[in-house]
């Protein structure tokens, strides 16, 4: 990945966050890794907790950001959703996957739009 989509994408879940904490959700972590993946943000909802995919574009050529998190995307989120609840162990009776879709626009990247999706897959 260039330093720039890097760039970008680190931006679009700095935005996510601050939109999911405003919404009510606590983030409990950020970029959690394991061998075979990333979980971008892990969030909870009240007694919810939330596995949350964050896409960020700054262009539409490719389409939108909520269509790009494909079967594979979500295949590889619930593995590593899996691993963390293994390996947490703290009991949550419940949880979700998330997509946060984060539009960028002009070349000072400001925020265009932020669409959330809740139970996405």
């Known amino acids: 990945m260039t330093t720039n989509r890097r760039r970008i994408g680190t931006y679009g879940e700095d935005i996510a966050c601050h939109y ?3 919404a ?3 983030i409990i972590d950020r970029n959690w890794q394991r061998a ?3 979980i971008d943000l892990i969030a909870t909802d009240g007694s919810v907790l ?3 995919e964050v896409r960020t574009r700054s262009t539409r050529s490719f389409g939108s950001a909520e269509e ?3 079967w594979r995307k979500q295949r590889q989120v619930r593995k590593m959703a899996t691993l963390y609840l293994s390996e947490q162990r703290r009991g949550y009776r419940q949880f979700r996957f998330d ?3 984060v539009y960028l626009t002009g ?3 400001k925020v265009e739009r932020v669409h959330h999706v ?3 897959f």
């Open 107 to 109: 070349r000072e990247r």
């Open 68 to 70: 790009s998190v494909d």
């Open 20 to 22: 999911l904490q405003q």
């Open 24 to 26: 009510g959700l606590c």
């Open 50 to 52: 939330v596995f949350v």
């Open 36 to 38: 075979g993946g990333e």
């Open 99 to 101: 997509v946060v879709a």
């Open 118 to 120: 809740r139970n996405a």
